[in-house]
């Protein structure tokens, strides 16, 4: 049974939303913060009441592991743990997911996707520390140069990202093929960014072409999922978790998450570079409108 679509006679709603990110990062958790893990997901209501030793006896695990699978979530520590959780219970923020059927009606389906994707979109909202945006932000704006390095979906958000940030001004690339980003990575060096974007984090290629870029030197952003094989590479990983299974669909909340998250580097990016962006952007504005049927100037 996926740990993460618990039978909801267990699990109310509200602890739901912080379940889910458990159970989405339990495959990339140590054999003993997986023991953690398991103890959260079949009594959540315990855990909230219990003290750090009292989970780690019940797990069978130290009490210093107790607060590795915290740091795994993104979390600072056992405290923060609890009050994520006592949060959702008092806010009663949830999106119970529900699938998506064969006989669902064209009405039923769009109402579900849509709810899926703005449920989706909350709850990523409040995953990602400011501080992280504003390091990764930064480092962007100052870049000597920025790829953007992604497989199947993803790549498709590397290359929306790289349209974003060219039309800033930046010397923007963008990779979906592993071999391309590969011989690419090998050519970067030291004041250049890689954002690796990954639904799963763990695809070989793109962790072998994030392992070259950064050994040539070039600083590492990614767009991940907690506790991930990549986001541990990462010099900044932005970490999103996103309850969406991938293995009949291709990653659609997931590809809304990451999309939405590149349009706020770029919006930070184009804030932080002030007025000396502005004059660059209407030229870029004025050249489109010369293209459209009834706005020319």
């Known amino acids: ?6 039978n909801s006679d ?15 990062i339990r495959p990339s958790l140590t054999p003993a913060e997986s023991k953690v893990a398991d103890v959260v997901l079949a009594a959540p209501a315990w855990v ?13 695990v130290s009490d210093p592991t107790v607060i590795r699978f915290c740091r795994s979530l993104g979390l600072d520590g056992y405290q923060t743990f609890r009050l ?28 579900k996707v849509f709810q899926r994707a703005t449920r989706t979109l909350q709850d990523v909202a409040g995953q990602i520390p400011a501080d992280r945006i504003e390091t990764a932000v930064a ?20 290359a929306d990202a790289r349209h974003k940030f060219f039309r800033l001004g930046l010397q923007a690339m963008s990779y979906s093929d592993s ?20 639904s799963t984090g763990r695809t070989i290629d793109l962790m072998s072409s994030v392992e070259i870029a950064r050994d040539a030197g070039a600083s590492i952003i990614g767009i991940v999922p907690p ?11 932005l970490e999103i978790s996103v309850d969406e299974d991938t293995d009949v669909y291709t990653p659609m909340t997931t590809r809304l998450a990451q999309l939405t998250l590149i349009d706020v580097l770029s919006i930070g990016v184009a804030l932080k570079l002030g007025p000396s962006l502005t004059a660059r952007l209407e030229r870029a504005r004025d050249s489109l409108l010369a293209k459209r049927i ?4």
């Open 84 to 111: 994520r959780l006592a949060q959702s219970l008092a806010t009663g923020a949830t999106f119970l997911h529900r699938d998506i059927a064969a006989t669902d009606s064209p009405a039923e389906l769009t109402s």
């Open 48 to 60: 909230l009441r219990s003290a750090l030793s009292a989970v780690a006896a019940r797990a069978g």
């Open 1 to 6: 049974m996926n740990p993460s679509r618990m």
């Open 227 to 237: 506790g991930s094989p990549i986001a541990r590479l990462c010099e900044v990983p």
């Open 179 to 198: 071999h391309l980003h590969a011989m690419a990575a090998t050519m970067l060096g030291r004041g250049d960014v890689v954002v690796a974007i990954s």
């Open 294 to 297: 009834g706005e020319r100037e």
């Open 139 to 158: 480092m962007i704006a100052h870049a000597r140069r920025v790829e953007f390095y992604g497989l199947g979906s993803s790549g498709i958000v590397a």
């Open 10 to 24: 267990h699990v109310t709603e509200p602890e739901a939303e912080l379940l889910r990110r458990v159970g989405l």
